[in-house]
Nanobody, 123 residues
Framework: QVQLLESGGDSVQAGGSLKLSCVAS????????IGWFRQAPGTEREFVAA????????YYIDAVKGRFTTSRNNDENTAYLQMSSLKPEDTAVYYC????????????????WGQGTQVTVSS
C-alpha cells in the first residue's frame, strides 16, 4: 500500500503562485495515476487535475486549465501541482491521491489519499 504526503500549501495573494508536492512512500509512485483534489469549507471535494503513471498524459478541470500544471518525477517518487494566477476561489485543502492506472484520466475514482495541505488565497 502506498502512503502519500502533500506539502507546499501556504497563504498567498491573488495572482500569486504555489507549487504543491505529493511524496509517496511504501510503494513506488511510478505504478499509479495521481489525482489532485480540493475541498473548501462547506463544499464537496472537487477533482482538479490528474497525471497518468507515465507522466505523458494529464487532465484538468476547466476552472484551472491554463493556470495549474501537474507533473511527476517517478525517480523521486514525487508528483507536483504548480498553481499560478491563483484566485480566492482556489482556497481549499488540496489532496493528492493514487490509483491503479485507468485509461480515462477524467475518472475521479481514487483509492489512496494523502492528508491534505491548506491553500489560502486572499484578495
Amino acid at each position: 500500500q502506498v502512503q502519500l504526503l502533500e506539502s507546499g500549501g501556504d497563504s498567498v495573494q491573488a495572482g500569486g503562485s504555489l507549487k504543491l508536492s505529493c511524496v509517496a512512500s511504501g510503494r513506488t509512485l511510478g505504478i499509479y495515476d495521481i489525482g489532485w483534489f480540493r475541498q473548501a469549507p462547506g463544499t464537496e471535494r472537487e477533482f482538479v487535475a490528474a497525471v497518468g503513471w507515465t507522466g505523458r498524459t494529464t487532465y484538468y478541470i476547466d476552472a484551472v486549465k491554463g493556470r495549474f500544471t501537474t507533473s511527476r518525477n517517478n525517480d523521486e517518487n514525487t508528483a507536483y501541482l504548480q498553481m499560478s494566477s491563483l484566485k480566492p476561489e482556489d482556497t481549499a485543502v488540496y489532496y493528492c491521491a493514487a490509483r491503479t492506472p485507468l485509461s480515462d484520466l477524467s475518472d475521479s475514482w481514487y483509492r489512496y489519499w494523502g492528508q491534505g495541505t491548506q491553500v489560502t488565497v486572499s484578495s
